[in-house]
């Protein structure tokens, strides 16, 4: 195993993930913003979203397609790993090595042959994907452009089994992880959720709500915008009735209303410490 790496010109030391009894952790970054695409289907056609002072865009390759938000446990994995790691007092490194079976385990996948195959085609996105965004730039003159995973390789022994992986992750991403004000504890039982737009849901709502007592709202055009889901609003709107019925998000309840001037308001709320059973889910990173 390789215990230290030069990549562009920067010296880096290994970082051997760990097993077992490590909180489930998310970047605000990532929660707030559509880095990911929602859809399980390929998609390549950029996200370009603007809102403010904040801009980014997200651009995929034919051949594998843009990163998907299921791609992104992975990072939520990493995330994890480098602040229960930094917690205990331990070297962290964005120059990470774990084997196929941690990772699938912690983001509640089965470690079947098939999962192998969708994690590797998950980093092989991740690498792909680029993104140029002014999210923690000092200067808008200044532009940082990366992949979620600058470089992964797999392991193996003689025979030809996996043995692990190593991989290093953007500095973008890895500095923000660092940064204790940008980190979320997210409920595992997210990883249980199966559609693309009930994650992204739950990831804007941990962020932007929290644990307030009276929750949250936004109106559905600005979550549509907030989305960059290539979905029309109108079935933009069906798809976040669905879901309101539903009720899938863990420790939080979804309600719509209409405000005074016709708009229709996604609103939600903390509610008590059930959690929904939590099933493992075989060939869920896709």
Same mark, same amino acid.
């Given at each position: 195993?390789?215990?230290?790496? *030069?990549?562009? &010109?920067?010296?880096?030391?290994? =970082?051997?993930?760990?097993?077992?009894?490590?909180?489930?952790?998310?970047?605000?970054?990532?929660? @707030?913003?559509?880095? /990911?695409?929602?859809?399980? @289907?390929?998609?390549?056609?950029?996200?370009? /979203?603007?809102? &403010?002072?904040?801009? %980014? $865009?997200?651009?995929? !390759?034919?051949?594998?397609?843009?990163? *998907? +938000?299921?791609?992104?446990?992975?990072? +939520?994995?990493?995330?994890?790993?480098?602040?229960?790691?930094?917690?205990?007092?331990?070297?962290?490194?964005?120059?990470?090595?774990?084997?196929?079976?941690?990772?699938?385990?912690?983001?509640?996948?089965? #470690?079947?042959?098939?999962?192998?195959?969708?994690?590797?085609?998950?980093? #092989?996105?991740?690498?792909?994907?680029?993104?140029?965004?002014?999210? $923690?730039?000092?200067?808008?003159?200044?532009?940082?452009? /990366?992949?979620? +995973?600058?470089?992964?390789?797999?392991?193996?022994?003689?025979?030809?089994?996996? %043995?692990?992986?190593?991989?290093?992750?953007?500095?973008?991403?890895?500095?923000?992880?660092?940064?204790?004000?940008?980190? %979320?504890?997210?409920?595992?039982?997210? =990883?249980?959720? !199966?559609?693309?737009?009930?994650?992204?849901?739950?990831?804007?709502?941990?962020?932007?709500?929290?644990?307030?007592?009276?929750?949250?709202? =936004?109106?559905?055009?600005?979550?549509?915008?907030?989305?960059?889901?290539? @979905?029309?609003?109108?079935?933009?709107?069906?798809?976040?009735?669905?879901?309101?019925?539903?009720?899938?998000?863990?420790?939080?309840?979804?309600?719509?209303?209409?405000?005074?001037?016709?708009?229709?308001?996604?609103? /939600?709320?903390?509610? &008590?410490?059930?959690?929904?059973?939590?099933?493992?889910?075989?060939?869920?990173?896709?």
């Amino acid at each position: 195993m390789t215990s230290h790496r *030069t990549y562009q &010109g920067e010296q880096l030391e290994l =970082f051997q993930a760990r097993a077992g009894g490590i909180a489930t952790r998310d970047a605000q970054d990532l929660m @707030s913003w559509p880095f /990911f695409s929602l859809a399980k @289907s390929r998609r390549v056609t950029p996200i370009d /979203f603007r809102m &403010g002072d904040v801009w %980014l $865009r997200v651009e995929a !390759t034919a051949e594998h397609g843009m990163a *998907t +938000i299921w791609d992104a446990d992975i990072l +939520i994995w990493a995330a994890s790993q480098i602040v229960d790691a930094r917690d205990k007092g331990l070297r962290t490194s964005r120059f990470m090595s774990a084997t196929p079976y941690e990772i699938l385990t912690f983001i509640n996948r089965d #470690d079947s042959a098939r999962s192998y195959e969708r994690l590797k085609a998950a980093f #092989d996105r991740l690498q792909s994907t680029t993104v140029v965004t002014s999210i $923690r730039q000092p200067s808008e003159r200044r532009r940082h452009r /990366f992949s979620w +995973i600058a470089e992964w390789k797999e392991r193996l022994d003689a025979a030809g089994r996996p %043995l692990g992986i190593e991989l290093i992750l953007a500095d973008w991403f890895y500095a923000g992880v660092l940064d204790n004000a940008l980190i %979320l504890t997210i409920d595992p039982a997210y =990883f249980s959720l !199966t559609g693309g737009l009930e994650r992204w849901l739950y990831r804007l709502v941990r962020k932007h709500g929290g644990r307030q007592a009276w929750g949250w709202s =936004f109106d559905l055009e600005h979550l549509h915008l907030k989305s960059g889901s290539l @979905s029309p609003l109108r079935r933009f709107r069906f798809e976040i009735r669905t879901i309101v019925g539903r009720q899938p998000l863990p420790s939080y309840r979804l309600a719509l209303s209409i405000d005074p001037d016709g708009r229709e308001r996604l609103t /939600f709320r903390p509610v &008590g410490p059930e959690r929904p059973v939590i099933r493992r889910i075989a060939g869920a990173v896709s």
